[in-house]
């Protein structure tokens, strides 16, 4: 049986191994997906492991970036964002290191959402990995520019000087941000612990800016609640961008995209459930 696995530390509750299965059964493939709790001090050496036998691995929480160092040959987007989830072994032995976040990101928006980003005025709100692995599709979008701004300003900064060759995008500290934009990616994780970033509600202009918050939850998450009380136009979370991301990696491993709008459908009903 081909083999698969997310590497990450914890993993107990990752989604990837139900989401790959549906797409198993979906397009036909005959695969194994698991989970692997790699040590926190030995990335390399398990994932050296696995790949003498298996083909394939979603990287996740906290080895996104030694993924990047192990891998021999890296996509363009997974150089740009400076971060791996996807490595493919190839067929000389070799690891590839792709990064499909930001297109899944990019799918969710446009395809399952119907979203054209072309000229709308984007915040994107953290300057993490999950920013910076957006950042690149976003601007292939044509946006009229991306506004970066983060908790700590100073990565904002760097991460928006990174990405100028490739459109307007520029940085800012919360405080100065007042004007209404058309889209706001919530991409700081402040919603695991049920914060909020410092944004004022005059960001959202009511019925038209739309509210993208990459974290999902079984309710919806602080920033989807702050985003509808403020009369946003849509509240949208991040299940999509995960189910995307994982069509994305099963694209590069297996040569066909799933339909992820079932599967999609199934994780919704699951997470309502638990
Ligand atoms: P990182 O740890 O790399 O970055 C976290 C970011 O959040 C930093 O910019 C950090 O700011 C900011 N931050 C953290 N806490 C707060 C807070 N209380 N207030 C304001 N800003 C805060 O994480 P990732 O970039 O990997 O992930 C970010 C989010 O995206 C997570 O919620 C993750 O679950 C989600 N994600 C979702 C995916 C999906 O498929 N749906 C895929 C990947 C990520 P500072 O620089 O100041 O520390």
């Not at 944004?199 to 920033?223: H, N, Q, V």
Request: with cysteine; glycine share 10%; aromatic share 6%.
């Amino acid at each position: 049986m081909d083999r698969y696995v997310v590497f990450g530390n914890p993993i107990g509750h990752s989604k990837s191994p139900l989401i790959h299965s549906l797409f198993a059964e979906q397009t036909g493939q005959q695969l194994s997906y698991t989970t692997l709790l790699a040590p926190l001090d030995d990335f390399a050496g398990c994932a050296q492991g696995f790949f003498q036998q298996g083909l394939g691995a979603n990287v996740t929480v906290p080895f996104k970036e030694a993924a990047y160092q192990l891998a021999g040959h890296l996509t363009e987007r997974a150089q740009r964002a400076g971060a791996v989830n996807t490595l493919v072994r190839q067929g000389d032995g070799s690891l590839l290191g792709d990064n499909t976040d930001g297109a899944g990101l990019i799918a969710d928006l446009t395809l399952n959402a119907g979203i054209s980003l072309k000229g709308l005025r984007i915040l994107l709100l953290g300057a993490g990995g999950a920013a910076r692995g957006a950042l690149e599709p976003l601007l292939a979008e044509q946006p009229s520019h991306v506004i970066i701004a983060n908790r700590t300003a100073a990565r904002a900064e760097l991460l928006a000087a990174r990405f100028s060759d490739l459109g307007p995008v520029f940085a800012s500290r919360f405080d100065e941000l007042t004007e209404p934009v058309d889209l706001i990616i919530n991409a700081t994780s402040a919603s695991l612990g049920g914060e909020l970033p410092p944004i004022a509600p005059s960001l959202i202009k009511p019925g038209r800016t739309i509210c993208y918050d990459m974290m999902y939850a079984k309710e919806p998450t602080a920033f989807c609640r702050w985003a509808m009380e403020h009369g946003a136009a849509k509240a949208l979370d991040g299940l999509g961008m995960l189910a995307e991301q994982a069509a994305e990696a099963f694209l590069l491993w297996r040569g066909v995209r799933p339909d992820t709008a079932p599967v999609l459908a199934e994780l919704r009903r699951l997470l309502a459930v638990v």
